[in-house]
């Protein structure tokens, strides 16, 4: 639920006390992160404290760049769900390349004019040396998603700001491409910001042209090539018949269907291992058990799947992309392979059931909601925008609807 003024008044408190102790009096025991105190120190050595905007890099070379980078292309696909997000939540997005230089970026109509304001356009550069700590500096120097709220940033022009970074990464090789920044005022924070700005870097990959070039080519609802279930109640189906499979091997053909493209032994143990220390070879065993599962069909050097593939969460996404909100719901079986320890599957987990309830507050369907209720029947806010959203004219959904929000409030 989004957190009262009051609780986000008392956090700004406490980040400027912190900011003051550190900068007045030289105080390394602040009570901050230790992402952020790193990052204070940092920015200490610089000129950061005394900036009024970002410095902008040169004008034609930032255009240039971007006009031939990859993810020029993959945001011009995704690009109208990034400026609906930004202009539903007056935020103000930014693309960055991997020195924090701002490439793209599209604001609603308040954020747009303050970003203005510090030179968060096209060009800033915001790397810590230039402006102190901030969100975007932070994802990619940790090359993780990251927060920086009110006064943890160090440069005093953001301090009325709160900021979600994630980092974009090429799905094929790993390398980390950028940075999708979303940020809006400090009084506006709230705690599904970090999973949406996974969301949008997720949007971002998928749309990116090597994964386009391998699109999967199941038909939904065909008994041909391989149909899997990750929402709810884990499955995989072979031209119909399930597969006996255990976790581990579910997880594994679920990474390899998000990834058409193929993955690498590395990258593929990276996304289903993170740093657990399990050895390449248990790895290649399970693909191996896989491998003779499917008849053969996945290759080597990269591992990919060489049948057409059909998955629930494809059908689920792009659903919401086209503001099909009840069918997505309809297909939306409930979390994401729940209790997965892969960091790949964890990341996507957070990011549908992000997509379906921010789709669910922007377009709360009374149908869609009941649904939803069912898989999610503590979401409090979900059936409180419906009922607003209804008012007081008489509709068929609304007894049930005040009577899930009664159960869900005790």
């Known amino acids: 639920m989004k957190q009262s003024i009051g609780s986000l008044r008392d956090r700004r408190l406490d980040a400027v006390r912190a900011w003051t102790a550190f900068v007045t009096d030289g105080d390394d025991a602040v009570r901050v992160r230790p992402e952020i105190l790193s990052s204070w120190q940092r920015s200490a050595q610089g000129a950061a404290l005394d900036v009024s905007v970002a410095p902008l890099a040169d004008e034609h070379d930032t255009a240039a760049f971007w006009q031939d980078s990859p993810l020029q292309a993959a945001v011009s696909t995704v690009e109208q769900e990034l400026r609906r997000s930004a202009e539903d939540g007056d935020l103000v997005l930014a693309v960055t390349d991997t020195r924090t230089r701002i490439l793209w970026t599209y604001g609603g109509r308040v954020m747009r004019r303050k970003a203005e304001t510090v030179n968060f356009v096209a060009g800033g550069r915001w790397d810590d040396a230039s402006v102190g700590t901030n969100a975007l500096d932070l994802a990619g120097r940790l090359d993780a998603p990251a927060t920086v709220f009110s006064a943890e940033h160090f440069s005093p022009i953001v301090h009325n700001w709160v900021c979600w970074a994630a980092p974009v990464h090429d799905p094929v090789t790993g390398e980390r491409l950028g940075v999708i920044d979303l940020s809006t005022t400090w009084d506006r924070a709230h705690p599904i910001g970090l999973a949406t700005a996974r969301m949008m870097a997720w949007m971002i990959e998928s749309a990116l042209p090597d994964t386009r070039q391998h699109p999967r080519h199941g038909i939904p609802g065909s008994d041909h090539g391989l149909a899997l279930t990750l929402l709810g109640a884990a499955e995989a189906r072979l031209d119909g018949q399930r597969l006996l499979l255990n976790r581990r091997q579910t997880e594994i053909l679920a990474l390899l269907a998000l990834h058409p493209e193929g993955l690498s032994l590395e990258r593929l143990h990276a996304l289903l291992y993170g740093d657990a220390a399990v050895s390449a070879s248990t790895l290649k065993a399970e693909v191996s058990h896989l491998r003779s599962t499917l008849g053969g069909a996945i290759s080597s050097r990269p591992y990919r799947l060489m049948l057409p593939v059909t998955i629930d969460v494809d059908e689920v ?58 898989i999610a029947p503590y979401d409090v806010e979900v059936l409180e925008t419906c009922l607003r959203r209804l008012g007081p004219a008489p509709h068929r959904a609304t007894p049930l609807l005040r009577g899930r929000l009664a159960a869900a409030r005790r």
Not at 327 to 346: F, I, K, N, Q, R
Not at 354 to 368: F, G, I, N, W
């Open 317 to 374: 996404l792009e659903r919401i992309r086209r503001g099909q909100v009840l069918a997505a719901v309809a297909a939306y079986g409930g979390d994401l392979m729940p209790g997965t320890d892969s960091p790949a599957l964890s990341e996507l987990a957070e990011v549908v059931a992000v997509a379906v309830r921010e789709a669910l507050l922007a377009d709360p369907d009374p149908d869609a909601v009941l649904g939803y209720s069912e």
